[in-house]
């Protein structure tokens, strides 16, 4: 089943590969069927020269596996956890990109310091709190979701399609696998470009408002004009 989302989650677990944001196993990539009752995700420890699209592992919103000769990813209880909570996200990555994580470990979100940031994130990719020691005893991967979702309380999921756990790493989503991947490739550009810029200038602040508008609205929503019509 869902052989077409199989091959696109093996695409786009390959191209994290491809653009240096993985090393060995680390990393993973999953996406949600149209009617939401299904995801297809990367296998557990399986490497990427070895692995093949026949190998996704299609598991339930429970976290049943379904089909496949894999178990799934260890991550699959926080990707499930982003689904339920995000309702109009189709596919999640996770990454331990450098920069991206050396933020995550700083505890420090990245605020928008430029318009590259602006492009695709309407305003500061956040960090999550630490998850507490009942969080990491119980039900860790599940918890790692919650903590995710808690973050974005008030905040619009679909205007930043990031968000930075504390300690972790970078958890990116979009409308289909290659841009949740995307998007995990843009965050860490953006996180080496705000590393050089803090460093230039400590004092740094975020773009000014209107610029940060005006960046991201003409490429996201009813009035953007950037690209070709289609
Ligand atoms: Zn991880």
Redesign the pocket.
């Known amino acids: 089943m869902f052989e077409q989302l199989k091959k696109e989650v093996y695409k786009a677990n390959i191209e994290l590969v491809k653009k240096g944001l993985v090393l060995y196993t680390w990393g993973n990539v999953s996406a949600i069927d149209e009617e939401r009752k299904y995801i297809v995700i990367k296998p557990s420890g399986v490497d990427y020269d070895e692995m093949t699209s026949e190998d996704m592992v299609v598991v339930d919103m429970d976290g049943n596996v379904v089909e496949g000769k894999y178990r799934p990813s260890s991550?699959t209880k926080s990707h499930l956890e982003i689904y339920k909570a995000f309702i109009n996200t189709h596919a999640v990555a996770?990454t331990?990109s450098t920069y991206a994580t050396s933020y995550s470990q700083a505890a420090k979100g990245i605020i928008p310091m430029g318009t590259t940031h602006a492009d695709y994130f309407y305003g500061e990719i956040p960090c999550t709190r630490a998850l507490l020691s009942d969080e990491i005893k119980n039900d860790y991967e599940l918890n790692t979701g919650k903590v995710i979702i808690e973050t974005f309380l008030g905040k619009d999921y679909n205007a930043i399609p990031a968000c930075l756990v504390r300690n972790?790493?970078p958890f990116t989503w979009g409308d289909n696998a290659m841009e949740a991947v995307f998007h995990s490739v843009v965050l860490e550009e953006i996180a080496k470009m705000a590393f050089i810029t803090e460093k230039v200038n400590k004092d740094i602040q975020s773009i000014n408002k209107l610029l940060l508008d005006k960046h991201f609205k003409r490429k996201h929503g009813q009035s953007a004009y950037y690209g070709q019509t289609k």
Request: overall charge negative; hydrophobic content about 0%.
């Open positions: 991550d996770h331990h972790h790493g």
